[in-house]
């Protein structure tokens, strides 16, 4: 990391994090400017601003008075709103930047207290849908997508976070060896294990062209050397994890802070709190989830030539190459 200048900020570099990615503090740092909501107020005129900034300094031209600051800023909107292999504004709720504003309602939905099966199905089906698109959004796009495996992928994703929220409150409710307030404990943790594997199931549905077509692998010159499937699969088992980490405090914290602000006077005697509260304490642990989730691994990460396919060791001389993980 190159040393830092007098307003704070390294020398800028291209396409590179300010923040040292092969430590989990800096992509945490670099993760919490890509999740940054502010930058989903950012105008079309400062999007195209930044992106002909980028382009002057990438041919060399920099104009007088731009600081270190300002590229790094530049970058930070660019890389928040355009995909990074389309080359295409990403959907405004469907950006990492909007996961927590646009998918806070849907985490307080699935947990709110007493839920009946209309309402489980409805809390499911917008969680998972929005996760759908937000994992199609911020895939590894270096290979097109037919419209049939999306569709079918995102049945499937749905379908599964459905059926697991739904099985596992039947079996609550069914058990005869539980007291009815140990049931209503339990429900509320019921949606961890039922959107941790819902979400397993979500990124690899909706990104599984990426394992039957492969991704495209760089070298550090960022030329493409070819198409790996064993990337494609290190990428989604990466992407996975993040995706099962995710859930745990959001599904998990919240429930137990309830259960302690439930026994309070405050809402024993104001019961119209219970919803604003429980909806801060919810938007708060996604806030401080996301941005540690994506952080366990690097967006564009390597892989040593001599794990890839065969042929990659006849199509380069580089010992490691890389490619972009996804979102």
């Not at 999007?47 to 731009?66: M, Q, R, T, W």
């Not at 010992?319 to 972009?324: A, G, K, R, S, V």
Request: charged share 20%.
């Amino acid at each position: 990391m190159a040393a830092e200048l007098e307003d704070g900020y390294p020398k800028f570099q291209l396409k590179k994090s300010r923040f040292d990615q092969s430590t989990f503090y800096g992509r945490w740092r670099h993760f919490l400017d890509v999740i940054d909501p502010s930058t989903l107020f950012t105008s079309e005129d400062e999007l195209k601003s930044s992106i002909k900034l980028l382009e002057d300094y990438k041919n060399g031209i920099v104009p007088a008075g731009i600081t270190d600051r300002a590229l790094w800023e530049a970058q930070k909107t660019k890389q928040a709103i355009i995909h990074p292999d389309t080359g295409e504004k990403v959907f405004m709720p469907f950006r990492m930047s909007g996961f927590v504003p646009f998918g806070a309602p849907m985490v307080v939905g699935m947990l709110l207290p007493n839920p009946t099966m209309p309402k489980i199905i409805f809390w499911q089906w917008l969680n998972q849908s929005h996760n759908a698109a937000v994992n199609y959004s911020n895939r590894n796009a270096s290979k097109p997508t037919p419209v049939t495996r999306f569709l079918m992928g995102y049945f499937g994703a749905v379908s599964s976070a459905v059926s697991i929220a739904l099985g596992l409150n039947m079996f609550i409710s069914r058990a005869s060896n539980f007291s009815a307030g140990t049931k209503m404990m339990i429900q509320k943790f019921v949606p961890f294990p039922a959107v941790a594997t819902a979400n397993i199931c979500n990124v690899v549905l909706m990104r599984n062209n990426e394992l039957a077509v492969g991704i495209d692998v760089v070298d550090k010159n960022e030329k493409v050397v070819g198409t790996s499937k064993v990337a494609a699969k290190k990428a989604l088992f990466e992407t996975a994890l993040t995706r099962v980490f995710l859930p745990a405090p959001i599904l998990l914290i919240p429930p137990v802070i309830m259960s302690m602000f439930e026994k309070t006077r405050l809402l024993r005697n104001n019961p119209r709190l219970h919803l604003p509260f429980n909806a801060l304490t919810c938007t708060a642990t996604f806030a401080f989830a996301l941005p540690l989730a994506i952080a366990l691994f690097p967006q564009y990460s390597q892989i040593a030539t001599a794990d890839l396919e065969p042929e990659f060791k006849n199509l380069t001389q580089e010992e490691t190459l890389f490619y972009n993980k996804g979102l």
